[in-house]
């Protein structure tokens, strides 16, 4: 039995929680009313991303504020970011209406998974742990997998979906093998004690490189950056004209505070090729 828990801190979180329970508000809605509820699904989606933003701007302290164990931060940084990810998630929700309409797919499905993807952006924006990294990237990812396949009749939407699952996988090991390398090398998953580990050399340099490289990998992947983008054009081609708007504007933010959680790694220890190792331990940078 616990006697000691503490309830953590959830004001930084409010923005996430509010969207989460709404999804679930919403799908419970859908359930109910069935197809004749579509404009209220969409209206409801909107509306949540409206409140996360007036959530967002008034739960803002201009102060880093740690919660969750220092695995979630809210600072001004990732406030902006949330509000760019709430304004381009609600323009392809507004732009996507008609187009899915004229085509028979304005299903609530589509609204709902769009919402956990954004949970998913938020999640990776605010992480400040690589395990929460790691938890909002899947959120994310596997909902835009499942949009990319939303028109089932297309064969070219279902291809694309697979391709991008298959590789989706591929690099969700990638992160996860250079994570648990990186916690082999400093001791921790949490981003500033990494940092401080590598800054005060207390980490095993070579194998702290290579959990670098495939950090740097998996999300070069993700944001499509060469040699790594050769899932973009069969996706862009594949996913219908919402779709693709979506995956090349909200995920890229994410994926931009994801990147500098990873990279940043390498700046603060001044240049990877500083980790030069004799016998598992790093040496003096100027040797």
């Given at each position: 039995?616990?006697?000691?828990?503490?309830?953590?801190?959830?004001?930084?979180?409010?923005?996430?929680?509010?969207?989460?329970?709404?999804?679930?508000?919403?799908?419970?809605?859908?359930?109910?009313?069935?197809?004749?509820?579509?404009?209220?699904?969409?209206?409801?989606?909107?509306?949540?991303?409206?409140?996360?933003?007036?959530?967002?701007?008034?739960?803002?302290?201009?102060?880093?504020?740690?919660?969750?164990?220092?695995?979630?931060?809210?600072?001004?940084?990732?406030?902006?970011?949330?509000?760019?990810?709430?304004?381009?998630?609600?323009?392809?929700?507004?732009?996507?209406?008609?187009?899915?309409?004229?085509?028979?797919?304005?299903?609530?499905?589509?609204?709902?998974?769009?919402?956990?993807?954004?949970?998913?952006?938020?999640?990776?924006?605010?992480?400040?742990?690589?395990?929460?990294?790691?938890?909002?990237?899947?959120?994310?990812?596997?909902?835009?997998y499942s949009l990319v396949a939303m028109d089932?009749?297309?064969?070219?939407?279902?291809?694309?979906a697979m391709k991008y699952f298959i590789l989706?996988?591929?690099?969700?090991g990638l992160l996860l093998y250079g994570m648990?390398?990186?916690?082999?090398?400093?001791?921790?998953?949490?981003?500033?004690?990494?940092?401080?580990?590598?800054?005060?050399?207390?980490?095993?340099?070579?194998?702290?490189?290579?959990?670098?490289?495939?950090?740097?990998?998996?999300?070069?992947?993700?944001?499509?950056?060469?040699?790594?983008?050769?899932?973009?054009?069969?996706?862009?081609?594949?996913?219908?004209?919402?779709?693709?708007?979506?995956?090349?504007?909200?995920?890229?933010?994410?994926?931009?505070?994801?990147?500098?959680?990873?990279?940043?790694?390498?700046?603060?220890?001044?240049?990877?090729?500083?980790?030069?190792?004799?016998?598992?331990?790093?040496?003096?940078?100027?040797?």
């Open positions: 039995m616990l006697t000691n828990f503490v309830l953590p801190n959830l004001a930084p979180a409010y923005p996430e929680l509010f969207l989460l329970a709404m999804a679930c508000v919403i799908l419970l809605v859908d359930v109910i009313l069935g197809a004749a509820c579509r404009g209220l699904v969409a209206a409801l989606s909107l509306l949540t991303l409206f409140v996360c933003a007036v959530l967002t701007a008034t739960t803002a302290t201009g102060e880093p504020t740690m919660t969750f164990s220092n695995m979630f931060v809210d600072d001004l940084f990732s406030d902006f970011l949330k509000m760019l990810v709430y304004a381009g998630v609600a323009t392809v929700m507004v732009y996507s209406r008609g187009y899915l309409r004229d085509r028979n797919l304005d299903k609530s499905e589509y609204y709902l998974l769009m919402l956990f993807a954004t949970l998913g952006m938020m999640v990776m924006i605010s992480a400040n742990h690589f395990l929460t990294v790691y938890l909002g990237l899947e959120l994310m990812s596997l909902s835009i089932r009749d297309s064969s070219r939407s279902t291809e694309a989706g996988a591929l690099a969700s648990s390398m990186v916690y082999g090398a400093t001791g921790t998953l949490e981003i500033n004690g990494v940092l401080q580990a590598i800054a005060t050399g207390n980490a095993y340099g070579i194998v702290l490189v290579f959990g670098l490289v495939f950090l740097v990998s998996g999300i070069a992947f993700k944001l499509g950056v060469v040699p790594f983008h050769m899932w973009v054009p069969d996706v862009y081609h594949g996913a219908t004209t919402p779709m693709t708007l979506l995956i090349s504007s909200a995920p890229k933010l994410a994926a931009y505070a994801m990147t500098l959680a990873g990279v940043w790694c390498c700046a603060t220890s001044r240049a990877m090729a500083a980790y030069a190792i004799d016998h598992g331990r790093p040496v003096d940078c100027n040797r």
